[in-house]
Structure formats: structure tokens, C-alpha cells
């Protein structure tokens, strides 16, 4: 199977994802994940059509996608992984959104970075397994907030989530629920900012994920096949 075959199943079971809620496709946006996976298959994916990418890892994003925006107008790359604080400078510098932001320190240290650009964020908001990150719940979700809206250069885009890797359906829909929540309530809080972004949904909950109100899936295995290496 190639990409381009991958990437027209993916959207035929997102439109069917869409339809069963009463949604429209346009409301869901597609990242292709490209972790381990080589500069080829992105400019695969881009002839297909793909717009939009996410690394787990500050290093190989740069070594892959070094003038890859400024050759592919239209191009947009996210930071999806856990970032250390020591590479929070070279991730606002080169990423145009850091999604897993997850804790007070790195707020601190990307808002204190003079990158001469506004940085996207997602607050990341644990609902998984313990060893996942993420801000715990909601109060502590809106206190976050408050100090990414302190400093100017940092830009609030929405949440992002992680539900737990099971076979159950329920406990990932208690997951993405919780992230929904939790949006209305930051809306609530903040509504002269923007936290439209519902990043949630992987390869083997997608489709779950759209049902509960995702606006942006992160696939990557279903797209590129399985990765070369961990």
C-alpha cells in the first residue's frame, strides 16, 4: 500500500466519521506523523496532498525538514512529543506550534525565548496512563493558561490529549470528552483568545476521536506503515 492509497482510506473513514456525528469534514483537520519515517515519505504525503506534520523529536524534525516550508509553500509543522527544557529554544524557533506543552517550567522557559515570532500552543491535558504527561485536570488546565497569556510572544491555540492505549471504547471516549470539557471551559474563561484547536486521535482512535469533537487527528502508522526503527 502507499501513502497516497493510505491517505484515501483515511479520508474515506474520516468523512464517514464526520457524517455519523453530524459534522462537516472541513471542521477536522489531518497531521500526518512522521516520526522515523524518512524526508521521502513526506514529500510522498505532500503530493498526495498533505498539508500539515508533527514530530515527536526536536533533532530529527530539523534534520528532516530543513527548507522544506520555504520549498513547500503551505507547509506547517508540529512539535507533538515531549520537549525537554534545554531544547525549548530551537523547538520555538523551528516549529510553528508546540503541541505538548505540559507543565508550568516549559511554559516559562518557551515564553522567555525571544523567537521574533508568535509561538502556537496546545495545552496538553492528561487523560491516559500514568506515564503520560499533561497538566491533571481542569483547574490546574486554567491556571496554565493564565501564564501562557502572560507572556506575548506565546499564542493559545486550544488542547491537546492523549487517551489511554486500550481495546475498551469506553475509556477512551471518557478521555476525549474530558479534553472537550475542558476546552469549553477554557473558552469560558478566555474568550478573547482562540482554543479551537482540539488536537486528539491517533492511528487507532481516530475515528472516536472525531465522534467526540477532535479538530485535528494525528496519524501516523494507518498513513506511513509501520516505522523503521524505535
Given at each position: 500500500?502507499?501513502?497516497?492509497s ?23 483537520r ?9 524526508r ?18 526536536v ?65 496538553e ?82 475515528e ?20 523503521a526503527?524505535?
Amino acid at each position: 500500500m502507499t501513502v497516497v492509497s493510505n491517505l484515501l482510506r483515511i479520508e474515506e473513514r474520516l468523512s464517514e466519521a464526520c457524517l455519523r456525528s453530524g459534522r462537516k469534514r472541513e471542521e477536522v483537520r489531518l497531521m500526518g506523523v512522521t516520526k522515523f519515517h524518512d524526508r521521502a515519505a513526506v514529500e510522498e504525503a505532500w503530493r498526495a496532498g498533505l498539508r500539515l506534520f508533527g514530530e515527536n523529536r526536536v533533532q530529527e524534525a530539523r534534520e528532516k525538514f530543513d527548507g522544506f516550508r520555504e520549498s513547500h509553500p503551505g507547509a506547517e509543522l508540529h512539535l507533538i512529543g515531549s520537549l525537554q527544557r534545554n531544547k525549548a529554544k530551537s523547538a520555538a524557533l523551528f516549529f510553528d506550534c508546540v503541541e505538548s506543552v505540559d507543565r508550568d517550567a516549559l511554559i516559562a522557559e518557551l515564553g522567555g525565548i525571544s523567537a521574533g515570532k508568535e509561538l502556537r500552543v496546545l495545552l496538553e491535558l492528561h487523560t491516559g496512563e500514568e506515564s503520560k504527561r499533561g497538566f491533571p485536570g481542569e483547574d490546574s488546565l486554567l491556571r496554565a493558561a493564565e501564564r501562557v497569556l502572560s507572556f506575548p510572544g506565546l499564542k493559545p491555540a486550544g488542547i491537546m490529549t492523549m487517551a489511554p492505549f486500550t481495546t475498551g471504547e469506553a475509556p477512551v471516549r471518557a478521555a476525549f470528552r474530558a479534553a472537550r470539557k475542558a476546552r469549553e471551559r477554557l473558552e469560558a474563561a478566555f474568550p478573547q483568545n482562540d482554543w479551537s484547536c482540539l488536537s486528539m486521535g491517533m492511528s487507532n482512535d481516530f475515528e472516536i476521536a472525531v465522534e467526540e469533537g477532535s479538530t485535528l487527528v494525528r496519524i501516523g502508522t494507518v498513513l506511513f506503515g509501520e516505522r523503521a526503527h524505535t
